[in-house]
């Protein structure tokens, strides 16, 4: 599975808000990713008449056990906010890696807090 990347995080500091974040369809067949920072925010908008299950995959084991992928339900016409986890670095190639359960109608968009 070749995932594709997000574009490029939009920087948001108290000198410059974002009056709107660019948002890009996901790729719910092959899952997205993009590089691990510390500090981005992931937003992801579900514009479709179901709720979505949006997985974080884990990247990480402690003391010999893996750290669990972390499974978020966005709602029906909602939007979600993932902020950065360490745990879910790829030791590989340091990527954040993410799922959707569905693509129809699902956007994402990365905002970075400087």
């Given at each position: 599975m070749a995932r594709t990347d997000l574009p490029a995080a939009q920087a948001l500091?108290?000198?410059s808000?974002?009056?709107a974040v660019t948002m890009t369809a996901v790729d719910a067949a092959n899952g997205n990713q993009w590089v691990f920072k510390g500090d981005q925010i992931c937003l992801i908008r579900n514009a479709s008449?179901?709720?979505i299950t949006v997985t974080v995959k884990s990247g990480t084991t402690i003391d010999g056990l893996a750290v669990p992928d972390r499974a978020i339900t966005v709602a029906a016409g909602a939007t979600a906010a993932i902020l950065e986890a360490s745990v879910a670095r790829?030791?590989?190639n340091g990527k954040i890696y993410i799922?959707?359960?569905s693509g129809t109608t699902v956007t994402a968009g990365l905002i970075d807090p400087v």
């Open positions: 500091s108290a000198a808000p974002l009056a008449g179901a709720s790829q030791p590989a799922d959707f359960s």
